[in-house]
């Protein structure tokens, strides 16, 4: 059996194209045992669901300007996302802030991808961030959702190292090219069984993580 996967987007959908190449559903033969079987976006443009209809992965669209509330557009999501009975949910530029009770409801197998290397530069504009603060390295994190805005605990890390004439715009294409591996490497690791997260704790190969898998 493989992994389900649902993935909530917002954009171009660059990390959803490469999950599912490595699923074998893109336009590459990757052999991670998940298959993709939903994505949901709130921006009805979002290139992503283009993405997905290619790969023949049923799409939806809940537009979080419909809806008052962030409770009422979180409610709305939920019931699409379990119709699909993912075995966890991936964002992947999804650019909401979740409720703690969508949060909660998804607790253990809900994990989201962040350009930066948590816990530095939670939120918006990493990459001038990073290079405003005078980092030595950047990169991206993929963590374990808590109700905490990228927050939850952090899994795996992809880093380079600044160089000088590194820009922001620079920076986001080479962080970029760093997420397009290091989620699908996170998500095969889910595959095969090596990662889990119990009340909150991430485990991996059977330990409690306790600091992030650097990608090499
Ligand atoms: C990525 O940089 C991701 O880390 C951030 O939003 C961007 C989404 O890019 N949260 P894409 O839509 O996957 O191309």
Redesign the pocket.
């Known amino acids: 059996m493989s992994l389900r996967v649902a993935v909530l987007?917002s954009?171009?959908?660059?990390?959803?194209q490469a999950l599912l190449d490595a699923c074998g559903q893109g336009e590459k033969s990757g052999n991670v045992n998940a298959r993709i079987v939903g994505v949901l976006s709130n921006r009805a443009e979002a290139f992503?669901l283009e993405r997905a209809k290619r790969a023949g992965v049923p799409t939806a669209i809940v537009a979080n300007a419909d809806f008052a509330s962030r409770a009422e557009f979180d409610a709305a999501m939920t019931p699409i996302i379990d119709a699909w009975q993912p075995d966890v949910v991936l964002l992947?530029?999804f650019m909401r802030i979740l409720t703690p009770e969508f949060v909660q409801h998804y607790q253990d197998r809900l994990l989201n991808?962040?350009?930066s290397l948590l816990p530095a530069h939670k939120g918006l504009d990493t990459h001038a961030r990073a290079i405003a603060a005078g980092d030595s390295y950047h990169g991206?994190s993929v963590h374990y959702v808590s109700a905490e805005l990228d927050g939850g605990p952090v899994v795996a890390q992809a880093r380079l190292r600044i160089q000088s004439g590194d820009t922001a715009e620079s920076l986001a294409q080479r962080?970029?090219a760093l997420?397009h591996r290091l989620y699908p490497q996170v998500l095969s690791w889910l595959a095969e069984g090596r990662l889990s997260c119990q009340a909150n704790q991430p485990v991996f190969d059977q330990q409690p993580v306790s600091a992030p898998q650097l990608l090499t």
């Open positions: 987007i954009g171009s959908g660059s990390n959803l992503g992947a530029g991808i962040h350009p991206c962080v970029h997420e």
